[in-house]
């Protein structure tokens, strides 16, 4: 019989620290003179809820926004440091800017459908990455407005406006269109702040469902929602991270006295 006692458990990395999809160090942002991000060190885990909470001004949608280079465009905007997707800088002039934009898909505030059909919303961006046949297309709107919970309220209805959506409906089809691309990120710049409770809490549902096969990257002002979807929590305020981890670590012991003010009673003195 083996002696036991002096066996020793080796966990591996997988076991105790979830893989990274995207991280940043030393990044920092600047537009003009103002100093928007300083010093970020940030790490998203693969298949998980990353929330960037924050009191407004504190650098939350430029972050989530540089993790695919949609700020490229604002006038007088400079970053140094380094932004790695699946340990590639993005940062390096020589990024394919549009296969990254496929690879991490942005869903914005207010719900933005083009001025076409339900179903051409939904194929708007794969339409230029390949030539679809008629099946392939009514498979990919079946499939992507199934996995937003769509389907069953407008499958009837597929050549209709999608401007004759309600804004909860509208903005779920701006997250099926998102996926019909096959995104490994998706990142929601305080995607349910426009909508009624009942449909920011379908837009929840369909979040919490996504991260089976997605990371998700979730700016919000609302600290309850933070509490009900995420896994990983990031604090920012005044341009810096105060304190970052597993959710229920941050509301329950965190280690910063800021973090705790703001998460209890959204109060910022940073």
Known sequence: M???????????????????????????????????????????????????????????????RSFNRINDDIAGIKNIG?????????????TDTALLRSKIGMVFQKPCVFPKSI????????????????????????????AVSLWKEVSHRLNNPASSLSLGQQQRLCIARTLAVKPEVILMDEPTSSLDPVSGRAVEETILKLKEKYTLVFVTHNIQQAERIADHLVFLCDAKIIEQ???????????????????????CDC
């Open 245 to 267: 981890g597993p959710v229920n670590k941050l509301f329950q012991n965190p280690e910063n006295s800021r973090t705790k003010d703001y998460l209890n009673n959204e109060f």
């Open 119 to 146: 179903a051409a919303n939904v194929l708007f961006g794969i339409q230029y990455q390949r030539k679809l046949s008629e099946i392939e297309r009514l498979e990919i709107v079946e499939e992507n407005l199934k």
């Open 2 to 64: 083996k002696n036991t006692s002096s066996l020793k458990i080796i966990h591996s990395k997988a076991d105790t620290e979830p893989e990274a999809i995207l991280k940043t160090s030393g990044f920092n942002v600047w537009i003009n003179d103002a100093h928007i991000l300083n010093d970020i060190n940030i790490t998203i885990p693969k298949n998980k809820i990353t929330c960037i909470v924050g009191p407004s001004g504190s650098g939350k949608s430029t972050l989530v």
């Open 82 to 94: 380094k932004v790695q997707f699946n340990n590639n800088d993005i940062l390096n002039p020589e």
